[in-house]
């Protein structure tokens, strides 16, 4: 590969921060903090040793901004799943913040840093769902569709999600309820007919209601 001229970051700024080893985490994708990917959709997983809260942000270089919409966070057991899906080429900062679950305070704390040159648009993207915060709590499992395009009109959509601690899980369409069917443990699926013709700007909202709740909370939100 052709030496790649980097932007200039702030001495530091990669890699590992002071709390990223203390707080037992581990590289498990990537170890080197500058990625070169020659697809505009880029998978990072970072290890924990006990249960950890975490947020991120994912900067675009030129032109500057947030484009969080474009992350997806996923739990696999004791793995932090940070899906990246951009619509354009160049470089992206991404921030990983977390803190343990055993520490108190309410601000996390940027413990590692990487460096996303995307080098090639090989898919469509559309902005991830929206991920409530009982999305990560739960440690639920999003299988698809990771998104769904405007304007969407295909007949049958699957929908499927892992849900652990739920007794009732339902899709809200709009103003349509879709109750999802359980086909194994924690794991939940429907079909959904965009045809119908749903206005613009519709949403499409993973709701569900656990056993200490008598109520629905929503755990994602796309946007059609």
Same mark, same amino acid.
């Given at each position: 590969m052709?030496?790649?001229?980097l ?17 037992g985490l ?7 903090? *500058? ?8 998978e ?5 040793t ?33 899906t990246?899906?951009v619509?354009?080429t ?23 840093n ?42 049958s ?6 849900v652990?601690?739920? *007794? ?14 359980? *086909?194994?443990?924690?794991?939940y699926?429907?079909? *959904? ?17 656990s ?8 755990l ?5």
């Amino acid at each position: 590969m052709a030496q790649v001229e980097l932007p200039r970051l702030t001495e530091g700024y990669l890699g590992p921060q002071a709390k990223f080893y203390p707080y037992g985490l581990t590289t498990l994708s990537h170890p080197d903090p *500058v990625i070169h990917s020659d697809t505009n959709q880029v998978e990072i997983v970072i290890g924990t040793t006990e249960k950890t809260r975490f947020t991120t942000k994912l900067l675009g270089v030129d032109p500057k901004g947030e484009c969080n919409q474009f992350v997806l966070t996923q739990i696999q057991g004791s793995e932090y799943h940070f899906t990246i899906a951009v619509p354009r080429t160049g470089f992206f900062k991404f921030q990983i913040y977390a803190l343990p679950n055993s520490e108190a305070g309410p601000n996390m704390i940027n413990v590692y840093n990487y460096l996303l040159n995307i080098q090639k648009v090989d898919r469509y993207v559309e902005s991830f769902p929206k991920q409530y915060p009982l999305w990560k709590q739960e440690g639920c499992y999003l299988y698809e569709p990771l998104m769904l395009m405007k304007g969407i009109k295909e007949p049958s959509v699957k929908f499927r999600f892992l849900v652990p601690k739920a *007794v009732d899980v339902q899709l809200k369409v709009h103003e349509d309820w879709i109750k999802m069917d359980q *086909v194994e443990p924690n794991i939940y699926e429907a079909y *959904v007919d965009f045809s119908v013709g749903y206005p613009a700007g519709a949403k499409v909202k993973l709701n569900v209601k656990s056993g200490r709740s008598h109520k629905f909370d929503t755990l994602l939100e796309y946007t059609i």
